[in-house]
């Protein structure tokens, strides 16, 4: 059976599939509209993510199937203290597919050790949201034309940003590719990602402040939030804030064909004026993003009876806890730890990741 | 496109129309049952109202649609800080038609400007709820068997009650209808009711403290809770209170053909033992008001494609905020204020219509 | 019109046909998908309770019906102050079925005064819960073979768990029954439920403290959580709960053909190694209760033109309020108290079946 918890679960191939179905899908509605009937999706949400929730859950009902779940986690019997794997063993026997998010990382990797149906990562934390990925591919694919031979502007928070996480990662399969990472200094791309996906795949990356003085050289702008609880400082947050907010007199210098993304929602970072402009998809990528998860859902009922496509990280069993106060491992009652060794010989958390010291 | 913001964006032709299609569905459900098949509706309630929440989904059911939605805004991206602009924006992407409910005045106006489908207000804070007056309307043209040559007594909180300030709207385009406004004096009908509606409109009324000394006279009794809060002195709250509940005491001074309506929730403001009655046809209405929704949803959805009925009234950008503090004006980012003159000149909020001073 | 209040308003023989029915759903799920459609259940859930509703709308669901409805009382009406009566009055107006949770003892008789439609009890408190007795049924009898012949040990919190007093009245109707209690002793089984159930049916049983000791003899070993806020003295609590942990050791001692069972969600009551054994069924169990759920909820739609089989008990007015602090007769307003006689001449709460003192 396979499952969605990471973007790099999927191949470019299969990337590049489903793209081609869910244009497909937005071209013929009604020769999807019955695909699913009775098959049932199961949302469960541990923390609430309206976007998202709605999103999936419009993809299956426009798919003829149908929908059960929760909206967060204090309608949940978690709040009476059951553990991640008991839920989703028990939902997995009433349901077809399960989208999950969860506030915890690496949540959906203990979810997989019990399902019974294919599992979809709605979100864990700042760990992984592989479907927003797909619909940022399925938005530059479309809008763009293409997913190679890109410079690629992220800008906002690179530092705790998943999704530019996420992007990074994905786009870095594709040929000519190189990236403009925009923030302040406090909010820089951390080190990891430089290391592991940047530098290891070879591609060219700057580091800049400015969204003023590099945004002519774009191809895609992808936007983020900033966050004002994110600075010791709030005067340097003040002082900054307005030079990372889009608007229409930054988008006189980008190109024509340059085309802004944003994972949503916004509060801020781009006024309001620019939605009038041609070049902002960010409301396209939510349209795009529905139709990646109907072809989504669609491919992992599909193919239910292949093996899994989950990694099994070659890992053991370890003494010591994970140090990542954000993991599923330290919550989650009578979960071992466990750890693998990377591709570097780094040790790390078999749930979230994260470096075990 | 046509959308529902207030019930006098409704022609007496268009609701007389609705009138008759919903009795129709009431007659013959299983006509219905498939036909908004493969159509979603969203109910995106901002603040909780599960008795019209429910009404809604039943509704879109039992035409065989679809629903998703939220049904508070804590589960919804709003905790994050997203406008209701960019929220009805992507959700219009994913379905057909929104109800969507808001404790702010004048949310559903922004919620016009972006949308992509027709919009219901499913009720705007102390502003209108115009699918609670169709169902007030079904019920007295069926019960009462005309809208027009009614004596109408409305009774309990005049000056707060917006389903009051909507009926009073709506009936004063019937011929020959007289209201008894029965109140304390503390929650009298507001004075723009008497003079934008009543009066305009050459209604004749008469306003009355006296429940029993009233009750004879009327062939409606359009009940509503008297809430204590809104008392600056409690002792005047205690004494008054029992003097507009309704009883099978005062109900023995009623006409044989009056019928009993009230919005519901009830508190204590109608005597259980009442419920028995056959005049009572409050649980009756909210049969009609499911009927009535399953009206107004196909006729949205049938005349997509009109013009807006939306009336863009002549407004321009002011300068000056709305005082109405419960104006979603003052909550929403990036939102221009405006301003209209109404047709005695009066300077009036776009949104909310309250006047500026 | 039938109901589901307590798993005593079914026969032996109704629940021998649930079980047939139920499992014949399992076997052919594909002849039952449509047979709802265009059924409504309305899901009221008063309190959370995430297990027990998304079986229910999942067993709906597949049955090809629909669903809507509230997962908290914070989402409904009743935080306006509306009654049970007014809720489900309404709501029975809209839907076909309805399942309704609520935290206050009785709640569900109120509502059978009231509805229009097929109600059934999805908890009440620490009163009933009917489906999750059904559940238990289906899964002794399927597993263990029998609902007769058999020696049956619970095991944890026998004061308060609701779920074992109800599998306890609903098993002494079988042949051949007895049971070994098994609980400290600030747990042990209430008074009632031995004097009105146990002796009554001349069902032999012993209590015994130790879970060790007593496991080799039994047929079915039913577990359920202990909660440290029981105890009056916190290092009582630390020094026993582990002896009523189920793990491997224990396991060791047990018949081959034992089955465990627990209704879920359990914490840390059963060790997770234990799930690998064949004898733990139950997460069996919770599919076994999606189909009784599917099976009652066909029976009752089916049944609807029959009388009641709500018994209802001889009851009067009374003066005197109810003492159980969790009965719904002292929060729902206007609920006159009424009391019952029951066999042994006791005075009874019509509602909650408290004695009156």
Chains 1, 2, 3 share one sequence.
């Not at 592989?130 to 890109?150: H, K, M, S, V």
């Not at 069993?317 to 994970?322: M, N, P, V, W, Y």
């Amino acid at each position: 059976m396979k499952h969605l918890l990471n973007i790099l679960d999927l191949s470019t191939k299969e990337i590049y599939e489903l793209i081609k179905v869910s244009n497909h899908i937005a071209r013929n509605p009604k020769r999807y509209q019955n695909i699913c009937a009775h098959k049932q999706l199961a949302t469960l949400f541990f923390e609430p993510s309206t976007r998202t929730r709605l999103s999936f859950e419009s993809a299956m009902l426009s798919l003829g199937g149908q929908v059960l779940g929760f909206s967060n986690a204090n309608a949940s019997s978690t709040a009476k203290g059951e553990s991640v794997r008991d839920t989703i063993k028990v939902v997995s026997g009433y349901v077809d597919i399960i989208a999950m998010r969860h506030p915890k990382e690496g949540a959906p990797y203990v979810g997989v050790e019990t399902t019974q149906v294919p599992l979809i990562n709605a979100g864990d934390g700042g760990h992984f949201h592989p479907t927003q990925t797909l619909a940022d591919l399925a938005t530059i694919y479309n809008e763009a034309g293409r997913l190679d031979n890109l410079v690629i502007g992220v800008c906002g928070d690179l530092k705790y940003g998943r999704t530019v996480h996420s992007l990074i990662g994905a786009m870095s399969r594709y040929k000519n590719i190189s990236f403009v990472l925009i923030s302040p200094d406090e909010l820089k791309i951390p080190e990891f990602v430089k290391k592991d996906i940047l530098d290891k795949n070879h591609i060219p990356y700057k580091e800049v402040t400015s969204l003023e003085d590099s945004i002519s050289k774009l191809d895609i702008l992808y936007m983020t939030r900033i966050q004002k609880e994110r600075f010791l400082d709030i005067k340097q947050f003040d002082r900054l804030k307005d030079s990372y907010v889009l608007d229409v007199k930054k988008m006189k210098n980008a190109k024509k064909s340059m085309k802004v993304l944003h994972p949503l929602p916004r509060v801020n970072e781009i006024a309001v004026e620019v939605d009038k402009d041609p070049r902002a998809v960010y409301f396209k990528q939510t349209v795009y993003g529905k139709y990646m998860r109907m072809a989504l859902i669609l491919k992992l009922l599909k193919e239910k009876k292949k093996p899994s496509n989950i990694k099994i990280k070659d890992t053991h069993i370890s003494t010591k806890r994970c140090s990542n106060p954000h993991c599923i491992s330290l919550v989650e009652q009578e979960l071992e730890a466990k750890v693998y060794k990377d591709e570097n010989k780094i040790v790390r958390c078999a749930y979230c990741d994260a470096e075990i010291d």
